[in-house]
Structures are given as C-alpha cells and as structure tokens.
C-alpha cells in the first residue's frame, strides 16, 4: 500500500539511466538499498532531505524526481 | 546480499528470538501456567527458565552485535536510516493500540470475574515488551 497516494515517483527511471543499482544509490545517500526499494515502488515517502541528496546524486531536481498525482 | 542488509536481517532474527523468549519466560510465569507445571508439567517450569536464559544471552548479544563503535560509518547508516526510524516509530504505535486495547480487555472482564492482579501485570508487561519487537521485525521483512 502506498506511503502516499497523491506522489508519484520517478525515481527508478533515473537511476536506471545512471546506470546505478538500488544499492549503488542507496551507498550515495547513505541508506539502505531497501529504503531506495520501497521510495521506487511509492511505499515510503523520503524526507525532504533525503530527497534533495537523492536529487544531487543522481545530477536533476527533486521535482523530476517526485511530483504530485493529478 | 550486501553487509547491511545481512544485519538488517539478522537484527530482525534476534528481534523475533529476543520477544519469542520473553514472551515464554514470562508467561511460564502466570498462574495458570504455574498451575499447569505444578500438575505434572513440570517441563513448563525448565521451558520459562530456559527461555529466560535466551532472553538474557540474547540481549547481551544483540546489544554488542550492533555497538555503535563495532559498524562501519556506512552500514551504521543504513541500519538507522529514515526507513528504520519510520518502522520504529510504527512499531511503538502499534504496540501502544495493543496495550490499549489489552487494558480495555482487562477493564472490562474485572467488572465481571476477579483478575489476578499480578497475571494481569504480566500480560500487559509482555505485550509492552514484545508487540515493538515482533512488529519491527515484520515490518523490517516487508519490501526487503
């Protein structure tokens, strides 16, 4: 079950052109590979600064990461 | 499997080991379950007391397995990442309705029977103890 139903997450089509594994991502900023697993599926909603470091590891904005549902 | 996730793992082992022995220990200990022992079960007695020798060992363990000094800065954080502190924060809420509603329970049946004041105790004590656990380490497994 969704964390949030109005976010959407663009997450894994990023990291996947960065050619980094959840767990290559998950050393970047510092959590678990699990953690980057469930922010991915919209399970779990990062915090805005966990966000932001997501954001500067993979080079875009937070927004091309998450946004919200229409 | 990538260092972190072993012990996450083996953290959420030694959580279910840990609530699984105390629940035993402590339960052997009410009165019903004295009875039971005392009826020719006396197995039930050796069972509370092995379970508590776990529980104790089992701290011990747990509490120098995951020592802050012996984890390497990268493992210590992904062990405690916001994922955790969320399932943590989870865990204790979950245990809180538990407790309430065990005290809701015990309110209720005390206006129709007698409670035996220290059984009771010892439920809700379990309860307290062991709900956090076990659902940690369920909502820990979850996703993983």
Redesign the interface.
């Known amino acids: 079950m969704p964390d949030h139903p109005d976010l959407a997450t663009s997450l894994k089509d990023y990291r996947q052109a960065a050619g980094l594994t959840q767990?290559d991502l998950?050393?970047k900023v510092?959590?678990?590979?699990?953690?980057i697993?469930?922010i991915e599926?919209g399970?779990?909603v990062?915090?805005t600064v966990?966000a932001l470091k997501l954001a500067r590891a993979l080079g875009c904005r937070v927004e091309d990461l998450f946004s919200l549902r229409d | 499997m990538t260092n972190t996730e072993k012990l996450s793992v083996r953290r959420r082992w030694l959580l279910i080991l840990l609530g699984l022995s105390f629940a035993i220990w402590t339960l052997a200990d009410l009165e019903v379950a004295e009875a039971y022992a005392a009826d020719g079960h006396g197995w039930m007695a050796l069972l509370g007391a092995a379970a508590g020798l776990v529980w104790v060992a089992g701290l011990l363990f747990f509490t120098f397995s995951f020592a802050r000094s012996k984890l390497d800065p990268a493992s210590k954080a992904a062990l405690e990442d916001e994922l955790v502190e969320q399932n943590r924060k989870t865990s204790f809420s979950i245990a809180y309705s538990v407790l309430i509603l065990l005290t809701v329970t015990f309110f209720l049946l005390s206006r129709m029977t007698e409670l035996n004041a220290k059984d009771t105790v010892t439920v809700l004590l379990t309860a307290g103890i062991v709900t956090p656990m076990f659902t940690f380490a369920w909502l820990e497994g979850k996703g993983a």
């Not at chain 1, 510092?30 to 953690?35: A, F």
């Open positions: 767990a998950a050393a510092s959590v678990s590979r699990k953690t697993n469930t599926n399970v779990f990062p915090t966990l």
